[in-house]
Nanobody, 125 residues
Framework: QVQLVESGGGLVQAGASLRLSCAASGRSFNGAMGWFRQAPGKERDFVAAISGNGGRTYYTDPVKGRFTISRDNAKNTVYLQMNSLKPEDTAVYYC???????????????????WGQGTQVTVSS
C-alpha cells in the first residue's frame, strides 16, 4: 500500500512562492502523479500532473507559467513549485498517485489510486 504525505503549505502574501512536497512511502513509486486543490465550498480541481519518468507534464491554464511540477524518483517525492502566488490560489492542495503511467500523465481525479491528506495554502492580498 502506498501512502502519500504532503508538506510545505503555509500562509504567504500575494506574489510570494511556496514549494509543496509529496513523499510516497510503502514501496518504490514510479507511476503518474498529480496535484489537485480544493477551495472552500468548491470542488476538487486539477492543478498539475507528471508522468512516472518525469518526461511529460501538464497544467491547468490558471497556473501555467507560475507553477512547476517535478519529481525525484530516487527520493519517491514529487514537488510543486508555486511562484507569483495569487489569493485565488488559496486552497487545500492534495497530492495524488497512480499505480501506472510511467510515460504519460492523467488529469482526472478518478484516474488516481492514492491520495495524501492535503496541505493548506493561503495567499493573502
Amino acid at each position: 500500500q502506498v501512502q502519500l504525505v504532503e508538506s510545505g503549505g503555509g500562509l504567504v502574501q500575494a506574489g510570494a512562492s511556496l514549494r509543496l512536497s509529496c513523499a510516497a512511502s510503502g514501496r518504490s513509486f514510479n507511476g503518474a502523479m498529480g496535484w489537485f486543490r480544493q477551495a472552500p465550498g468548491k470542488e476538487r480541481d486539477f492543478v498539475a500532473a507528471i508522468s512516472g519518468n518525469g518526461g511529460r507534464t501538464y497544467y491547468t491554464d490558471p497556473v501555467k507559467g507560475r507553477f512547476t511540477i517535478s519529481r525525484d524518483n530516487a527520493k519517491n517525492t514529487v514537488y510543486l513549485q508555486m511562484n507569483s502566488l495569487k489569493p485565488e490560489d488559496t486552497a487545500v492542495y492534495y497530492c495524488a498517485g497512480r499505480g501506472s503511467g510511467y510515460t504519460t500523465y492523467f488529469v482526472g481525479a478518478s484516474d488516481y489510486d492514492y491520495w495524501g491528506q492535503g496541505t493548506q495554502v493561503t495567499v493573502s492580498s
